[in-house]
């Protein structure tokens, strides 16, 4: 199995650019897919971005297109989470997670990490 562990989050302005890091342990990182989800107070939880295990190919969900880009770094065992163009409706708990396979579903992904809190004021 694989552990993860996101760091990065914090409190920004609208506009304002922000990364995020997701540090992997345990099983080889290659072997995994890896996404970011989140999930702002009183929703569910939605899928950002994905990383296939190579790197090769990625996908976002629609509302994130063009301002956020994912990818990773197989020597650091890190995948990370470039977020610009920030938006008070981007604010949520950011998640990392690890799969086998690639997938946008958040009920297919089976490793989590503890999230780190994105906050964009307006």
């Known amino acids: 199995q694989v552990q993860v562990v996101e760091s990065g989050g914090g409190l920004v302005q609208a506009g304002d650019s922000l990364r995020l890091s997701c540090a992997a342990s345990g099983r080889t990182f290659s072997t995994y897919a890896m996404g970011w989800f989140r999930q702002a107070s009183g929703k569910e939880r939605e899928f950002v971005a994905g990383?296939?295990?190579?790197?090769?190919?990625?996908w976002y969900a629609d509302s994130v297109k063009g301002r956020f880009t994912i990818s990773r770094d197989i020597t650091n065992n890190t995948s990370y989470l470039q977020m610009n163009s920030l938006k008070p409706e981007d604010t949520a708990v950011y998640y990392c997670a690890a799969n086998l396979l690639a997938s946008s579903a958040v009920h297919q992904y089976e490793y989590w990490g503890k999230g780190t809190q994105v906050t964009v004021s307006s």
């Open positions: 990383i296939s295990r190579s790197g090769e190919h990625t």
